[in-house]
């Protein structure tokens, strides 16, 4: 399952609590992030503050939980043998005239 619209804070993934039910932040947009002295939590964009709450690590997809523990980097792929990358490289153009 995918959460959709969520804020990664501090190492956990929250989800912008909306009464109408529909996401009101865009996607990939900067937001303020608002701790309380109770510690409650609210972000706040284009003027307006929405309170945060916490998704469990045990809804998110296991694709998303595997990401997270490599840091966000996605998995390498190894390039078949006869790609191009393993071919050496060499310039088909002379360069003529260069002096060093």
Same mark, same amino acid.
Do not use: C
């Given at each position: ?6 804020? %990664?804070? %501090? /190492? %956990? ?9 529909? #996401?009101?932040?865009?996607?990939r ?24 709450? #916490? ?6 997809? #296991? *694709?998303? *939980?595997?990401?997270? /523990? ?7 792929? *190894? #390039? ?7 071919k050496?490289? *060499?310039?088909? %153009? ?7």
């Amino acid at each position: 399952m995918n959460p959709g619209y969520t804020i %990664q804070y %501090q /190492k %956990q993934t929250y989800r912008v609590v909306n009464t109408k039910g529909v #996401p009101v932040i865009p996607l990939r947009t900067v937001v303020e992030v608002h701790r309380l002295a109770d510690g409650s939590l609210f972000v706040g964009w284009n003027g307006h503050i929405y309170p945060l709450e #916490p998704i469990p690590a045990s809804s998110l997809s #296991p *694709k998303n *939980k595997e990401a997270g /523990k490599k840091g966000g980097q996605s998995m390498g792929r *190894k #390039p078949a043998p006869d790609h191009p990358w393993r071919k050496p490289w *060499k310039s088909s %153009q002379i360069n003529h005239g260069v002096s060093f």
